[in-house]
């Protein structure tokens, strides 16, 4: 059995002034307070698609933000933070387990309750903390427009640079369907599965349309600083790896297209990364799509269909569409 389908909605775009880490995570905060959506329709915080932004400042510089969903029993919360000082603490997870200033991090948690810091080995006082994933780095290039998503239950952030039109990202959220009624195992007592995509710093971000492929986003890489993937046990603070199910070769464009022009989308099916390579879960309302360039959006007549995120800024590449649901 499905879940409700989530409607993904773009926030507006957020030019940068700076390549500092401070300034894209206030790149991140300036969005998420936006009383409108990039298509000009209003934005009303905790209701509908809207999360609940906060910040965590130190001195004069944003290192956290902190985001509550509108809806959802298990009180989630997704956090991306940064900063550009030295010998700090946070609770990183394996394999990216290595502290790195001027990084952009991101984590989740489930059935949290008062917010700490990010700094802390327990950000919220309760409840479980996925741990922090890289999303981003200053070593991994000027960053110049930061462009954010958001649904009921997850929300997406991405990274443009200037250098060689690249892009960094993460998912985070009650990011999986299980497809399945099954609370014990197959999911959390609400049906869902919380986790994290990432793209890593090391690399630029690619999607893959070659779902045999183990190195673009959506998939998990044991390295650090690579892309991750991942999920809350159901009813566990630990984490499980998981990765795309690869059961195709490349697809050509004309595999995602019709004869009479019709544009086609593709569930992501995810497994477990790691022996018995169950199936996971299908990524909510996230479609493999054909190649196009990032920021592209999806319509037919007047009605947004969703909205593309592909690899480069400039040329048709590999990309994910965020549907808003309305098809």
């Not at 775009?13 to 390549?19: A, E, F």
């Not at 300034?23 to 329709?41: C, H, K, P, Q, W």
């Not at 479609?287 to 196009?292: E, G, K, N």
Request: hydrophobic share 40%; net charge neutral; glycine share 8%.
């Amino acid at each position: 059995m499905s879940l409700p389908t989530l409607n993904w909605k773009a926030l507006p775009l957020v030019t940068l002034t700076s390549g500092t880490i401070n300034a894209v995570i206030e790149g991140i905060y300036n969005a998420f307070t936006s009383s409108i959506y990039l298509d000009g329709s209003p934005r009303v915080t905790g209701s509908a698609s809207a999360w609940t932004i906060a910040q965590e400042v130190s001195g004069s510089t944003i290192e956290a933000v902190w985001c509550i969903a509108p809806t959802g029993s298990l009180n989630q919360r997704v956090i991306l933070a940064g900063s550009s000082r030295t010998g700090l603490t946070p609770q990183l997870a394996s394999p990216d387990t290595v502290y790195a200033p001027a990084t952009l991090y991101v984590s989740v948690a489930k059935n949290a309750s008062t917010y700490t810091s990010w700094n802390n080995a327990t950000p919220f006082s309760s409840g479980s903390f996925f741990g922090f994933w890289k999303t981003w780095a200053t070593s991994s290039g000027t960053p110049q427009i930061v462009r954010c998503l958001e649904s009921q239950e997850a929300i997406a952030v991405f990274i443009q640079n200037t250098t060689a039109n690249a892009v960094y990202g993460c998912i985070a959220g009650a990011i999986l369907d299980p497809e399945s009624t099954d609370t014990g195992i197959d999911s959390e007592t609400d049906n869902r599965l919380y986790g994290i995509v990432t793209s890593g710093v090391s690399v630029a971000m690619t999607m893959g349309n070659n779902l045999n492929a183990n190195t673009p986003m959506l998939n998990h890489q044991a390295t650090t600083g690579t892309n991750h993937t991942g999920i809350f046990t159901p009813s566990s603070g630990s984490i499980k790896t998981i990765s795309r199910n690869a059961i195709m070769n490349t697809l050509d464009i004309e595999e995602l297209t019709t004869r009479s022009g019709r544009l086609i989308k593709m569930p992501i099916i995810q497994k477990y990364a790691s022996s018995p390579f169950n199936f996971a879960g299908r990524l909510r309302e996230i479609w493999v799509f054909r190649d196009a360039v990032i920021g592209n959006t999806v319509t037919d007549g007047a009605t947004v269909n969703g909205y593309l995120i592909g690899t480069n800024t400039s040329a048709a590449g590999d990309c994910i569409l965020f549907s808003t649901g309305s098809n």
